[in-house]
């Protein structure tokens, strides 16, 4: 019953910011954990940012610094707030949501469709 759905990917050069947002719609749980993964082509999905029903985060090393994951309860939402963009950031980003861990490795059970990122030199 979980739905997400991911939005404000597109194509950006180096050194550019892009926000990616994600609505989520159709569960009632009181703690949960929502997080971003990407994936590019031919490599492993990799976690880039979770976030906890507290507001704790975690994030990839790969992009410390750079990325903010947030979230807007009231509106259900989640956010990817990225900056200072390499080309090698380009990947099809999804957001998940789970109810039992909150992890960068953690198996996430509801996923979004994806939204693209492309980052050019």
């Known amino acids: 019953q979980v739905q997400l759905v991911e939005s404000g990917g597109g194509s950006v050069q180096a050194g550019g910011s892009l926000r990616l947002s994600c609505a989520a719609s159709?569960?009632?749980?009181?703690?949960?954990?929502m997080a971003w993964f990407r994936q590019a082509p031919g490599k492993e999905r990799e976690g880039v940012a979770v976030?906890?029903?507290?507001?704790?985060?975690v994030y990839a090393d790969s992009v410390k610094g750079r990325f903010t994951i947030s979230k807007d309860n009231a509106k259900n939402s989640l956010y990817l707030q990225m900056s200072s963009l390499k080309p090698e950031d380009t990947a099809m980003y999804y957001c998940?949501?789970?109810?039992?861990?909150?992890?960068?490795?953690?198996?996430?059970?509801?996923w979004g469709q994806g939204t693209q990122v492309t980052v050019s030199s």
């Open positions: 998940a949501l789970d109810t039992r861990a909150c992890g960068l490795r953690s198996s996430f059970n509801s």
């Open positions: 159709g569960y009632t749980y009181s703690r949960y954990c």
């Open positions: 976030i906890d029903h507290y507001g704790s985060t």
